[in-house]
């Protein structure tokens, strides 16, 4: 589908506001799409935003912690963060940056600011892997802001796209299994945006700056709100309406209607399969 074109789009299901929290040893930020969503957006796990100019919310970062099971994804808007793993990978994420890493059967890694002042913002987004890729070889891509596709759509709204494809532009990441797209989309006023999406993506819009009017009926999603997109064959795509400023990221992907079974940073299928990971952390099996 091509810039210009008609389509029928998506509505808001839910407008969710982000529950305040804190994770790694004690990095204050706000969780999107909690643990209650992972089935209604599958194969997304977990989102959190992370925006704070006062140090104290975020020196202290996310000291050496394991995963299994999954994808993380972290995209900094601003601030420096180093990554460092057992599997030897070590990379700065600067503003615009992008950190891809497949957990796979085990990796433990470590998440720290490199900074003493400023601003910190960014996302993380949890994406989970197939059972049959569970237990694959951990992988990490850090991709620099420069390798980011980045493209204008219409008069005053530009897309930085990290996943998946739009408007006959490939992303800087393609995924099987879950295809998942994930968009920072810029509008520097007021603008109309119709995109396409597969219809049976799960998919919503955090809107981070300003507001946006989302769909036919326009509901408005504010600045710190996910508007949950309903999933329907017969819509095709999303209509996206800017009074002036804001940015937005829009993230879809499709589900793997599988069981998922969490507990803290290990997402597998079965009760057993947790008991395993934590087992095999706890005897070093993830070196």
Partial sequence: MSVGMSVISREVEQIINGVATSDGAGVK???VLTQDLQRR????LMLDAFRSDDPGDYIAGFPEHPHRGFETVTYMLAGRMRHRDNAGNEGLLGPGAVQWMTAGRGILHSEMPEQQEGLMEGFQLWLNLPARNKMMAPGYRDIPAQEI??????????IRLIAGELFGHPGAVSRPDTEPLFADLH???AARLELPLPVLHNAFVYVYRGSLMVGTKAARVNAAQMGLLQTNAQADGLLLQAEGPA???LVAGRALNEPIAQHG???MNTRD???QAVHDFQSGRFA
């Fill in 29 to 31: 930020l706000t969780r």
């Fill in 41 to 44: 957006l599958d194969p997304f």
């Fill in 149 to 158: 596709p980045e493209f204008e759509v219409e008069s005053g709204v530009r």
């Fill in 187 to 189: 509008f520097s006023g």
């Fill in 247 to 249: 940015r937005a990221i």
């Fill in 265 to 267: 940073p290990f997402v």
């Fill in 273 to 275: 399969e947790l008991i």
